[in-house]
């Protein structure tokens, strides 16, 4: 079993900056690949980005030029550093491993996943 534990979150005003931190069990991310997903209230939750092994990256059109995902290997840990936040960024940010290693951001692909962390972005 997979153990994911995200933080970070917080308040902060538009166009200000975060910075998530998703903590993998050991390993974790030697072999599988991580995703960022959000849900917002009243939403579907969605997918933000995502890193495989090797490295590969994927962003959601909403996201790109703004968010930037990051893995380090030594710490277990993948990071989702987050530029010029806006209103409609506010949600809770979930982490989540897909042990198949894919590049993508299909909910289903996902087989473990954290309990999420709330960022407010909000004037």
């Known amino acids: 079993q997979v153990l994911l534990m995200e933080s970070g979150g917080g308040f902060v005003q538009p166009g200000g900056s975060l910075r998530l931190s998703c903590a993998a069990s050991?390993?974790?991310?030697?072999?599988?690949?991580i995703g960022w997903f959000r849900q917002a209230p009243g939403k579907e939750r969605e997918g933000v980005s995502c890193i495989t092994s090797d490295g590969s990256t994927y962003y959601a059109d909403s996201v790109k030029g703004r968010f930037t995902i990051s893995s380090d290997n030594a710490k277990n840990t993948v990071y989702l550093q987050m530029n010029s936040l806006k209103p409609e960024d506010t949600a809770v940010y979930y982490c989540?491993?897909?042990?198949?290693?894919?590049?993508?951001?299909?909910?289903?692909?996902?087989?473990?996943w954290g309990q999420g962390t709330q960022v407010t972005v909000s004037s």
């Open positions: 050991e390993f974790t991310l030697d072999y599988y690949a």
């Open positions: 989540a491993t897909d042990t198949t290693n894919r590049r993508g951001l299909d909910e289903w692909e996902y087989d473990y």
